[in-house]
């Protein structure tokens, strides 16, 4: 009997459990501190120009940092009402979509036999994207505007913007298409083949809807990058019709200069479209870069 009972565990024992280190908890409200500081830099401008454009210049002027006293729609009303905001935003939007689907298409057709065949100079031709990162748009805009306005005669077209925007995109779309394409296995190639399946076969039917993290990723990236665009645009585009959204804050900020708070609105109305896209397909870029990343 007293062997059993002294075989028994007591009813007050619990399992020992592993304690958090005393520094732990410091660090993670360290690590918190750092990223609210982070996002209240990032955000502060952002939220700061969009409420200046619910206020007036009086308002503004006398309480630059402040709340505002007054909301008023006046601003965001005479911008939406207005026809150049609307023309400039259709430019932007067009250019933007051309520039899309040239970086996706010539993107992904050039990272597919980089990452799939076997070559002599694959890893040099490989090399060649890469370095152009380190070749910046200042570089080549005076060429630039010789070769489409005085060579090609695209000078005010759509066109004439998109294709330098999409060349200077392809360096990113390989490098990051590349290990994306080179994760997928090579067995649902190797079986595809085998049913009889052609190369060009594979990559449209199997390989392609699989990219579809990867040409959202780079997709959403140029989408962003030629609506946010301004030296290529400025350097090519002369005809007021034909301006894009960034030029149009440019001309909007000099032609009103005194009038702040409709800078402030303008300059949010310009900002706010390719931030939501940004931002709803922020999941799918996730996703698109760490089977980069993983590849």
Same mark, same amino acid.
């Given at each position: 009997?007293?062997?059993?009972?002294?075989?028994?565990?007591?009813?007050?024992?619990?399992?020992?459990?592993?304690?958090?280190?005393?520094?732990?908890?410091?660090?993670?409200?360290?690590?918190?501190?750092?990223?609210?500081?982070?996002?209240?830099?990032?955000?502060?401008?952002?939220?700061?120009?969009?409420?200046?454009?619910?206020?007036?210049?009086?308002?503004?002027?006398?309480?630059?940092?402040?709340?505002?006293?007054?909301?008023?729609?006046?601003?965001?009303?005479?911008?939406?009402?207005?026809?150049?905001?609307?023309?400039?935003?259709?430019?932007?939007?067009?250019?933007?979509?051309?520039?899309?689907?040239?970086?996706?298409?010539?993107?992904?057709?050039?990272? %597919?036999?980089?990452?799939?065949?076997?070559?002599?100079?694959?890893?040099?031709?490989?090399?060649?994207?890469?370095?152009?990162?380190?070749?910046?748009?200042?570089?080549a805009v005076i060429p630039l505007f010789i070769m489409i306005s005085n060579d090609l005669g695209w000078g005010d077209t759509w066109w004439g913007v998109a294709l330098p925007q999409a060349a200077f995109a392809?360096?990113?779309?390989?490098?990051?298409?590349?290990?994306?394409?080179?994760?997928?296995?090579?067995?649902?190639?190797?079986?595809?083949?085998?049913?009889?399946?052609?190369?060009?076969?594979?990559?449209?039917?199997?390989?392609?809807?699989?990219?579809?993290?990867?040409?959202?990723?780079?997709?959403?990236?140029?989408?962003?990058?030629?609506?946010?665009?301004?030296?290529?645009?400025?350097?090519?585009?002369?005809?007021?019709?034909?301006?894009?959204?960034?030029?149009?804050?440019?001309?909007?900020?000099?032609?009103?200069?005194?009038?702040?708070?409709?800078?402030?609105? %303008?300059?949010?109305?310009?900002?706010?479209?390719?931030?939501?896209?940004?931002?709803?397909?922020?999941?799918?870029?996730?996703?698109?870069?760490?089977?980069?990343?993983?590849?």
């Amino acid at each position: 009997m007293s062997a059993m009972t002294q075989s028994r565990a007591p009813e007050s024992y619990t399992p020992d459990r592993p304690r958090k280190a005393d520094g732990a908890g410091r660090g993670n409200i360290f690590v918190y501190l750092i990223a609210a500081l982070v996002v209240a830099f990032t955000l502060g401008p952002v939220l700061y120009g969009v409420l200046a454009g619910f206020r007036t210049n009086t308002d503004l002027s006398r309480n630059p940092s402040g709340w505002p006293e007054v909301f008023t729609f006046d601003n965001y009303k005479n911008i939406l009402t207005g026809d150049r905001f609307w023309g400039y935003a259709f430019n932007s939007t067009m250019i933007a979509l051309i520039t899309t689907a040239i970086v996706v298409v010539a993107g992904l057709m050039a990272a %597919y036999p980089l990452a799939r065949y076997q070559f002599r100079l694959r890893e040099p031709l490989y090399l060649v994207f890469v370095m152009g990162l380190l070749f910046p748009v200042a570089v080549a805009v005076i060429p630039l505007f010789i070769m489409i306005s005085n060579d090609l005669g695209w000078g005010d077209t759509w066109w004439g913007v998109a294709l330098p925007q999409a060349a200077f995109a392809l360096p990113t779309t390989i490098i990051i298409l590349r290990p994306f394409l080179q994760a997928l296995p090579k067995e649902l190639e190797e079986a595809a083949l085998i049913d009889g399946a052609s190369r060009i076969g594979f990559f449209w039917r199997i390989l392609l809807p699989l990219s579809g993290p990867g040409m959202v990723t780079v997709g959403v990236l140029a989408f962003v990058g030629s609506w946010n665009a301004y030296l290529l645009p400025l350097l090519l585009l002369r005809n007021d019709s034909i301006k894009t959204l960034p030029l149009g804050v440019a001309d909007f900020s000099t032609r009103y200069a005194t009038d702040m708070v409709g800078v402030f609105a %303008y300059t949010s109305l310009a900002m706010i479209p390719a931030l939501i896209f940004f931002l709803s397909l922020q999941n799918k870029i996730v996703n698109g870069l760490q089977g980069a990343v993983k590849g």
